[in-house]
């Protein structure tokens, strides 16, 4: 059991807030199992990470451990691990300069699949990957075809170059996994430079919820405090919010298809498209 999470928007200030407006389907009950969480978030510049390798709480309130925040762009994960020891070295999102990364499902055959994929790995990458999990060797394989493409130290990227390099990751894993005789992968993730996000849908239900308008705002915000704002600070305000491995598919957000990539900004509608 897990739930991957993030946001983009526009209102530092409004982002917990979105949490706190579709709390409940992101929820998730521990069922038996214990979870960990990590949030990583942007605040005045910086990349800051919370991460809780084991917590014991029979429910984890995603939008309760957010509530304090005040971030515009954000990447959260709840899980039950699969693969890795419950440490903070293996606790999602992982974090290199201005990327965050987050993952649920399991790269099959990742035993047999470890040592090729470290190994294809530039120098300077392997030895950041500091935990033992499929996910964060993942991240760095990911990160690896950015420095490729010449766009690792750049600042930020276009979008077009994390979705290529998103394509590549996974185009690799799926080569060695054939080769080793694996199964198909079953996954979903999410990543950020701090101005766009990219999610990648393979399994369970990816949805997306956009928050704009009076309508929303007024769900956001309460009318009365609504009134009190003048419209045309509000009326540019955005947010679209985004998440996964759901226990049941939730009302009010859009369903993404099958192995597509969702790419998510400050002032445009989510586009999607295959991979």
Same mark, same amino acid.
């Given at each position: 059991m897990a739930r991957l999470f993030g946001f983009v928007g526009n209102r530092a200030d409004l982002g917990a807030r979105v949490l706190e407006l579709e709390s409940k389907p992101l929820k998730v009950v521990a069922k038996g199992t214990t979870l960990g969480w990590g949030i990583g978030f942007y605040q005045a510049g910086e990349v800051l990470l919370r991460r809780r390798p084991i917590d014991e709480r029979a429910e984890v309130d995603v939008a309760a451990l957010c509530k304090d925040l005040r971030a515009d762009v954000l990447i959260g994960h709840v899980r039950a691990a699969t693969v890795g020891n419950l440490r903070t070295e293996n606790t999602h999102p992982f974090r290199y300069r201005q990327w965050l990364f987050a993952h649920t499902g399991t790269? =099959?055959?990742?035993?047999?699949?470890? =040592?090729?994929? *470290?190994? *294809? &790995? /530039?120098?300077? &990458?392997?030895? !950041?990957?500091?935990? =033992? $999990?499929? *996910?964060? @060797?993942?991240?760095? @394989?990911? #990160?690896?075809?950015?420095?490729?493409?010449? +766009? &690792?130290? $750049?600042?930020?990227?276009? /979008?077009?170059? $994390?979705?290529?390099? #998103?394509?590549?990751? #996974?185009? @690799?894993?799926?080569? #060695?996994?054939?080769?080793?005789?694996? *199964? +198909?992968? =079953?996954? !979903?993730? &999410?990543? $950020?430079?701090?101005?766009?996000?990219v999610a990648v849908h393979h399994s369970a239900t990816m949805a997306y919820r956009v928050i704009k308008g009076r309508a929303d705002l007024e769900r956001l915000l309460g009318d009365d405090t609504l009134r009190r704002i003048r419209i045309p600070d509000m009326a540019s305000c955005r947010f679209c919010l985004i998440a996964s491995d759901f226990d049941e598919e939730p009302r009010g957000w859009t369903v993404a298809p099958p192995h597509a990539m969702v790419t998510i900004t400050r002032t445009d509608d989510p586009t999607v498209e295959q991979r």
């Open positions: 790269v =099959d055959g990742y035993g047999r699949l470890r =040592d090729r994929v *470290s190994e *294809s &790995l /530039p120098e300077f &990458l392997r030895r !950041n990957v500091r935990g =033992d $999990t499929d *996910s964060e @060797l993942l991240f760095h @394989l990911f #990160l690896s075809f950015l420095h490729d493409a010449g +766009n &690792l130290g $750049t600042g930020h990227v276009d /979008p077009d170059a $994390t979705r290529a390099a #998103l394509r590549a990751t #996974l185009s @690799l894993i799926d080569r #060695l996994r054939a080769e080793e005789g694996g *199964s +198909n992968h =079953d996954m !979903n993730m &999410l990543v $950020t430079d701090g101005e766009h996000m």
